[in-house]
């Protein structure tokens, strides 16, 4: 009888977590000219070299791996175990399963750049289509195929328009999310723009149009930088911002909450010559932050010098019609100097998310959606502001989140809210309340007027268990 052909093969049995075995190693160690694996670090100092095995503990199979991982995720609070009123940029929103099932085909989750037209037409049509929607809803021309997130959106952003005058010197106000403070800052001090505060109203939260018109009047003011909803969940006036930048010959940029689009008039309707926003409220999970992705929309005469790439539809030497890129001004493809920016990827699997979201929903029923947030959460504050010592911290209109002074530290109040599994909301920075007690609160199409009771039910229990606290002497 003759032997197997695996039968005469030497024992290949693994150790541990390596895949590789001991007749792999040295064959490997053979070629190399080598005898052991120590002689592969022979290079690196003694003295930094590790004496001693890892401190690792012995190896698991994949079920008992799995066992564990599951374990150790399960210690976390997340949206699934607890009631999420969190906001500031990033929102819990319901997304449909068909986002999922197209965004996750092998074909988009392994594309990359679409250098090659001729290779990459589904990619480059759902990349054109994505630019098309965005377009509309955020009401300008030209929209680029995405940045990183909405912070580094509205970086760029300024830094366009900072480009098309030849002006260094922005406006912004107080009322800007921190976290996209710090990335305009990191982004633009270096290149020696100027960033100036524009006083916002303390009674209504809006930007103070006649602080604004009177800096304008420098004439050496790039543009003016806007978020809506800004950091205290007010709507701003665009209108008003857009016809005083016009009047001075600055430019406009508005940061906004894209559901707000579906709901109200959009920024680039109103008159902004920028539109940015962070794409995560349609169609991207949470994800502890990130990836996200960054959308820029802009009138035509500014498109030039938009970052990332552009998609257009074209025809072919043969007449057929197709996608290529049609615009690249980035430092991979140009010179440093001439690069419009140097961010050197885009967001294409959630550019695509996003599209398959919106032309999912379409604008009726992105419509309900954007309702649905902001009567859900004018709802909430009603029920809040009802609890004996809550108040507004600002009377301007709000959308899906709003801004309240509490009666206690708001840390305070989340921590407890937080044992009670609920996330109750962010704690406003005292330079932006002027106090300790602001509290932002968001709320989306997700809750059900059940949730939202319960929410102010277990409030007006925390509050009162804080206030009886304090009344006690120690």
């Known amino acids: 009888m003759n032997q197997s052909r695996f039968d005469a093969q030497p024992a290949r049995k693994p150790t541990g977590y390596n895949v590789h075995t001991q007749v ?4 490997m160690l053979a070629a190399m000219g080598l005898h052991c694996i120590e002689e592969l670090f022979a290079d690196i100092p003694d003295s930094v070299r590790l004496k001693r095995p890892l401190d690792l503990p012995a190896p698991l199979s994949e079920w008992a791996l799995l066992r564990d991982v599951r374990e150790l995720a399960s210690r976390n609070s997340s949206t699934q175990t607890h009631a999420c009123y969190l906001g500031g940029g990033a929102y819990e929103h319901y997304i449909p399963a068909v986002v999922e099932a197209v965004a996750s085909r092998g074909e988009f989750l392994t594309a990359y750049t679409p250098y090659q037209p001729e290779m990459s037409q589904g990619l480059l049509q759902a990349l054109f289509e994505f630019q098309v ?4 809803l955020l009401g300008r021309e030209c929209v680029n195929c995405s940045v990183y997130d909405g912070a580094t959106a509205l970086a760029e952003a300024a830094w366009m328009m900072c480009s098309a005058s030849g002006k260094r ?5 107080p009322s800007l999310w921190p ?9 633009l001090l270096p290149r020696g723009v100027q960033l100036d505060s524009v006083p916002r109203d303390a009674a209504t939260g809006l930007i103070d149009n006649a602080a604004l018109a009177k800096l304008l009047q420098a004439r050496d003011v790039a543009g003016v930088l806007v978020q809506s909803p800004n950091a ?3 709507v701003e006036d665009v209108a008003s911002a857009a016809a005083l ?5 600055a430019l406009l940029c508005v940061s906004v909450n894209p559901l707000l689009c579906a709901w109200i008039e959009s920024p680039g309707q109103l008159g902004a010559d920028i539109v940015a ?3 995560q409220p349609l169609g991207l999970p949470l994800n502890a932050g990130g990836p996200y992705i960054g959308i820029i929309a802009c009138a035509k005469p500014l498109e030039r010098f938009l970052p990332g790439r552009l998609v257009g539809r074209l025809h072919d030497l043969n007449g057929q019609l197709g996608y290529a890129l049609v615009k690249e001004d980035r430092e991979q493809h140009v010179a440093r100097d001439k690069a419009t920016s140097h961010i050197c990827s885009n967001q294409a699997l959630n550019a695509i998310r996003v599209a398959v979201h919106l032309a999912c929903l379409g604008e009726h029923n992105l419509l309900r959606v954007a309702q649905a947030n902001a009567a859900n959460a004018a709802y909430l504050q009603k029920r809040l502001l009802a609890v004996p010592a809550v108040r507004p911290l600002c009377s301007g209109t709000a959308f899906n989140e709003f801004a309240l002074e509490l009666p206690v530290d708001a840390t305070l109040f989340c921590e407890r809210m937080l044992a009670r599994g609920i996330f109750a909301g962010l704690p406003l920075a005292p330079a932006l309340a002027g106090h300790s007690r602001g509290l932002l609160v968001a709320v989306t199409e997700t809750k059900t007027q059940a949730d939202l009771n319960a929410y102010a039910a277990q409030a007006s229990t925390v509050l009162l268990e804080l206030h009886q606290a304090a009344r006690v002497p120690a």
């Open 245 to 249: 930048c016009q009047q001075h010959q």
């Open 24 to 27: 792999d190693i040295d064959a």
């Open 232 to 234: 205290l969940g007010v």
């Open 133 to 136: 929607l965005a377009g509309r």
């Open 179 to 187: 976290t996209y403070r710090e990335v305009l800052q990191t982004y």
């Open 277 to 279: 926003c962070e794409g």
């Open 169 to 173: 010197r922005l406006l912004l106000p």
